[in-house]
């Protein structure tokens, strides 16, 4: 086909030539590339549209400065179905959890169980006084008390169970103090790398060897009835007595939670800023607990008089000796595969924490985080994932120091197919239009109740990570990063989904 000529007149003036010569350039790029897009779309059927949207997305004066990857390949076959930047070093936010979880299911098992142990060191006496202390020994159980677990009894059932057991020994009087124990792992909550803004809000809450409450606090405001009016707290649940809030939030216009909590683990004095609505009586808020093992002592001080056991010392925050424990109640946390569900499906930073301070005490023999980076880039290796390009630095996903491709996050997805633990796994990616981050997504399309995915945000960062399966049943394993976007989170998040619609088409 003959697309266009021209004929040069020798004698043209230069600058004539070099005029028609773009245009020439221009008309015969414009025209290929048309030609070419629309013979690959009816060619290629649904991978053509595809890669059209894609082409287009690249093409996206949204996107100009931004860093774009993409990778979707059939799980099966191994045919790549679209290829972009795929090994582009990107931040990857909360798919990072997807290298932990699944990390963690094939190192434990998915009936895996966490434990925390109740002991005492001392004796108990005639007069059934315990002339000792009682021991809260964390054992890294991520979801002690934790909302997503309770049953009817609520989050402090576990402390009504382990008064039992204190009782059962006939104690009455304890010559001695509540404990904790938070040793098994690193005296370092967070990661070095999260940042002051994140640390003190209920997503910053880190892992601690003895968690409670997922390491959460809520406090409750009542707003002015104006916006710029002060704001009041009317209380923080559950009561914490060492913690110093210092309140600097106002009532606003804005409909949404836009507060901020600033302040350091082990620290008890935070400061709270930014707005809530105005005219509100009761308004919540979710913190980090700034020292989750010493409130457990707390609590269980206090549960333990509350049922008539005189204790005649404080609450201790950490063992002050290595006095000889004898184990008197052992609480074992829910089933691993559940934890890995929320992990997933709720994007619980802590949770993802502790399993990856986990995988660094199980292969590297040391729980700190920089430890537990290496032994997970160590198992992925081990399973031969490329790892150039791969750099761990939590395991949630908060840290911006994380860089990742799309492939290497692909290759787990399309390891973990094979793996036993899939199912554990699978079913903790939240389901386009029904469940997570993905509920309000894809809805009305062949993509509902069909892809399966894990999101991840903050500033700047989007991605989605998961599986779909095509109209032929054929499972596509794909990831999708984009770092640095001009628009706003809300329409970045559209364009992906389009993408990801256009998944299902692909034959």
């Not at 074992?332 to 802590?350: A, F, G, H, Q």
């Not at 990616?429 to 062949?446: F, Q, V």
Request: proline share 4%; charged share 20%; net charge neutral.
């Amino acid at each position: 086909m003959r697309i266009f000529n021209f004929t040069f007149v020798l004698t043209c003036q230069s600058f004539m030539i070099n005029y028609l010569t773009v245009l020439f350039s221009v008309f015969v790029f414009g025209t290929v590339q048309s030609l070419f897009s629309q013979e690959l779309a009816k060619t290629e059927g649904g991978r053509g549209e595809l890669l059209l949207s894609i082409q287009k997305l690249v093409q996206d004066n949204d996107l100009k400065n931004a860093s774009i990857s993409f990778f979707a390949q059939k799980v099966i076959s191994k045919q790549i179905v679209a290829d972009i930047n795929s090994d582009l070093s990107l931040v990857p936010a909360s798919t990072m959890k997807l290298l932990t979880t699944s990390a963690a299911l094939n190192v434990f098992g998915s009936s895996y169980k966490f434990s925390t142990l109740l002991q005492y060191d001392g004796t108990i006496d005639s007069n059934n006084t315990l002339n000792g202390n009682l021991y809260i020994k964390g054992g890294g159980d991520p979801a002690l008390g934790s909302a997503l677990f309770s049953d009817s009894l609520g989050q402090l059932a576990f402390l009504k169970k382990w008064t039992t057991a204190i009782s059962s020994l006939g104690i009455k009087k304890i010559n001695g103090s509540i404990i904790a124990d938070p040793s098994f792992f690193h005296s370092d909550v967070i990661p070095s790398t999260w940042t002051w803004g994140d640390i003190g809000n209920y997503f910053g809450a880190g892992a601690c060897g003895l968690s409670v409450f997922d390491n959460c606090y809520e406090i409750e405001f009542e707003s002015g009835e104006k916006p710029g009016d002060s704001t009041f707290v009317k209380g923080i649940y559950p009561p914490i007595p060492y913690l110093n809030l210092q309140n600097e939030v106002k009532s606003s216009e804005n409909p949404n939670d836009n507060c901020s909590i600033f302040g350091a683990p082990n620290s008890y004095n935070h400061i709270i800023k930014g707005t809530i609505p105005s005219g509100q009586k009761s308004f919540k808020v979710r913190g980090a607990i700034p020292n989750p093992a010493y409130l457990a002592a707390i609590l269980f001080d206090k549960e333990l008089k509350d049922s008539g056991i005189v204790i005649s010392e404080s609450p201790l925050p950490h063992p002050l000796n290595k006095n000889k424990r004898i184990d008197i109640y052992t609480e074992y946390s829910p089933k691993l595969d559940s934890i890995v569900y929320y992990t997933n499906l709720k994007s619980v930073n802590s949770y993802a924490e502790n399993l990856l301070n986990h995988l660094g005490l199980e292969i590297k023999n040391n729980s700190e985080t920089i430890f537990g980076a290496q032994a997970l880039k160590e198992f992925w290796q081990s399973k031969g994932m490329n790892t150039e390009g791969l750099f761990i630095a939590d395991g949630s996903g908060l840290s911006r120091a994380n860089g990742i491709t799309v492939k290497q996050i692909t290759f787990i997805l399309e390891y973990m197919q094979s793996s036993k633990e899939f199912e554990s796994f699978y079913n903790s990616l939240p389901i386009a239009g029904k469940t997570g981050s993905l509920a309000n997504m894809l809805k009305g399309t062949a993509a509902e109740g069909n892809l399966r995915a894990k999101s991840g945000y903050m500033s700047r960062v989007r991605s989605y990570a998961g599986y779909v399966s095509n109209r032929k049943g054929e499972l596509i394993a794909f990831t999708f990063i984009v770092n640095n976007y001009n628009c706003s989170a809300l329409a970045m998040k559209q364009k992906i989904e389009k993408l990801m619609s256009l998944l299902v088409d692909v034959e």
